[in-house]
């Protein structure tokens, strides 16, 4: 196994698109019921790559094992320097350390972009999901019950949070209070 990390392309999106499908359908991070499709997913990493937030996948050779991606955690202006993370791998190829190798290459890249809060949103508590999030450094902030029905039952959804950079330490550079 060769893995690598890199920033996704549109010519990404099948796989991407692909990934993400079987998560919907058959698990439970997602809320989603009906999987977006390739066009949907090309409109995903534009927006994402668009805005200059880093938008990963995570690659075995030439094939694409999983990706991961952050947005701004709301759009407000006063959220300009928190992000939420979205991270998936082929079904078939979870612990394997794919997760882990995505999400720190993320942290490293929300950081450099200038975020200085990530927040994990972790749908129906997947303890594969909490425990990742875990061994990078994320530490358990909230739990919602109920928030979600998918899979005959009510799921509980876990926030995690971790600092990068400065964290709330100082100001973040451009906030006029440098």
């Known amino acids: ?15 991407i698109a692909a ?18 499709t ?15 937030w ?3 996948v ?3 050779g030439s094939e694409v094992v999983g990706y991961a991606y952050a947005t701004q955690f709301r759009d407000r202006p ?19 350390g794919i997760g882990k190798l995505l999400l720190k290459a993320l ?12 927040v994990a949103v972790i749908g129906g508590g997947e303890s594969a999901s ?18 979600g029905w998918k899979a005959g039952r009510w799921l509980d959804t876990v926030y995690m949070q971790i600092a990068l950079g400065g964290g709330t330490a100082t100001a973040p550079v451009g906030s006029g209070k440098d």
Not at 134 to 142: A, K, Y
């Open 38 to 52: 390739e066009d949907d997913t090309v409109e995903k990493i534009l927006t994402v790559s668009g805005r200059r």
């Open 78 to 96: 006063a959220y300009a320097y928190a992000c939420e993370n979205s991270i998936y791998v082929v079904h078939d190829r979870r612990g394997g």
């Open 130 to 147: 909490v425990g990742l999030h875990g061994s990078c450094g994320f530490e358990h902030v909230g739990r919602l019950t109920g928030m």
């Open 19 to 36: 990934i993400y499908a079987h998560h919907v359908l058959h698990g439970t991070a997602t809320y989603e019921v009906v999987p977006p």
């Open 58 to 60: 995570a690659c075995d």
């Open 54 to 56: 880093p938008f990963l």
């Open 107 to 118: 942290l490293e890249a929300a950081e450099a972009y200038g975020f200085r809060q990530m």
């Open 1 to 15: 196994m060769t893995l690598s990390v890199r920033s996704a392309t549109i010519d990404d999106a099948r796989a």
